[in-house]
């Protein structure tokens, strides 16, 4: 090969470099309405409910602008051994195993309500570094005793200094009674992810020593994932 194709390829394939970190930078902001874009500049929750066949409860999905790095939101959240310290009803969380770096199967325990006994279910995270600043969590839920099935995400994008959140959740619960917790489910949700917010918010202004650790520890599981 001559050196000029060589240098066209070269260019060629820094351009399309460029775009994928483009697109994946800005994609979850550039993706949301001006209207719901200012919410989130004010400070604002934006929370919307998607309807899913098959399923009594809706795949809730939430935005917000956190005044941390992205690299700070994931740490804490890919840390879920930490979750029984902020997360509401959360009382044990075990690393079951790593099968593989940015994966980690889990056992949760989680409290629930009308002396109903705990939900013990296992857990598939997994967590990806999607450009030189931003990264995406997905978990699978693989045994569990009250829902057929539950899949989340946690994509966390650079956006004006701070970090825009966008969490999504998806329960299909096992009962057909289930329907009438619906809003019950909904706060819930909520509230786990306010208390992540606050957790970062925490961590960054009382303990460093431990959110830098959390943020070595991601790395380490991100590798080179790009």
Known sequence: MTAKPLIHMTILFGILVFMRNVRAEGEVWNGLPHFEQRELQEGKTVEFEENVDGSVWPRFIIYQLVKASPAAVAAVFWNCEKDPEYIPN?????????????VVNAEYTLSMPFFLPDEVYVSRNQVKKISDR?????????????SKSS?????VEEHDGMSLIRYTNLVIPTSRFAGMLRASAGKQVMECFKALATRVILEIEKTPALLDKQIHALECSVGKSL
């Open 134 to 146: 931003d990264y995406d969590i997905v978990w699978c839920v693989t045994q569990s005793r009250y």
């Open 90 to 102: 959360c009382t044990s969380v075990k690393i079951l195993n790593s099968p593989e770096p940015g």
């Open 151 to 155: 899949v989340g995400s946690l994509r």
